[in-house]
């Protein structure tokens, strides 16, 4: 990585690590109910089924993700934990977002009710296990599990601007970059990967590309690739 490319790396990261360029994010809805957790208007399920919901209905436009989450968080009353443990939950064919179906949302609502009857924090579960018994796709020891690194990311970092910290037993340093289509695209224009494959070997280079700038936070350079996003777009409509 050439000098130039590590210090724009830098700016855009610390840049773009600001709330007011997340306001139409799916992070708000998990961010709503962290911020009454120290007044006990919420508990930490709360904002955990929050973020397993928002960051797996997170792909498409974000104006129509936030819109979707939406109708997922009305249908529970704003109150994900009493919702899950309940039972009974909006179970049809009908689309909720995209190709995702209330009836997706019933099962893993299901699963979650499942794995906090037997646990309480959803924190010590392995990305395999949050996989699995989560979100309920099969074991793929090559998938990126984009939705469910972004949703770890949320969690973890601490450092009070845009992700929520709530997460007090994991380490920033052990994250994974959220990757999908479009951070590849962004990852393989800066060089941080000269991989085909958009398989988790790809996800531990970008990260580890990220941790030679930002050794204790790697993470932090997901807001770079925002930054680079935004940056290509401008540059493409100028």
């Known amino acids: ?9 830098i700016e855009w990261a610390l840049k773009y690590n600001d709330p007011a360029y997340f306001q139409e994010d799916p992070i708000i809805f998990p ?26 209905l997170a792909w498409g436009r974000r104006s129509m993700i936030v819109r ?39 099962d893993i609502c299901r699963r979650l ?9 959803i924190e010590n579960l392995s990305c395999r296990q949050i996989r699995t018994m989560i979100y309920g796709r099969k074991e793929d020891p090559r ?33 994974l970059i959220p990757l999908d289509v479009h ?22 280079e970008i990260t580890d590309a990220f941790r030679e700038i930002f050794p204790d936070d790697p993470c932090l350079g997901d807001f770079a690739l925002f930054g680079y996003g935004l940056y290509r777009d401008h540059e493409e409509n100028a």
């Open 183 to 204: 951070v590849y695209d962004m990852a393989t224009d800066l060089g941080l990967t000269s991989r085909k494959q958009k398989d988790i070997t790809t996800v531990h």
């Open 1 to 9: 990585m050439d000098i130039s490319t590590r210090e724009k790396l």
């Open 113 to 121: 009710k499942s794995v906090y009857s037997d646990t309480g924090s």
């Open 68 to 106: 979707d989450c939406q109708k997922a968080f009305d249908e529970m009353g704003w109150q994900p934990y009493a919702y899950v443990m309940n039972g009974e939950y909006r179970d049809e064919n009908a689309s909720l977002h995209r190709t995702v179906r209330w009836s997706e949302f019933a």
């Open 143 to 175: 998938a990126p599990d984009k939705k469910i690194n972004m949703m770890r990311r949320w969690m973890v970092r601490d450092d009070g601007k845009v992700d929520l910290g709530v997460w007090k037993h994991s380490d920033k340093k052990e994250l």
């Open 31 to 56: 961010a709503h109910f962290a911020g009454r957790l120290k007044d006990g208007g919420y508990r930490l399920e709360d904002v955990e089924i929050a973020a397993v919901i928002a960051a797996h």
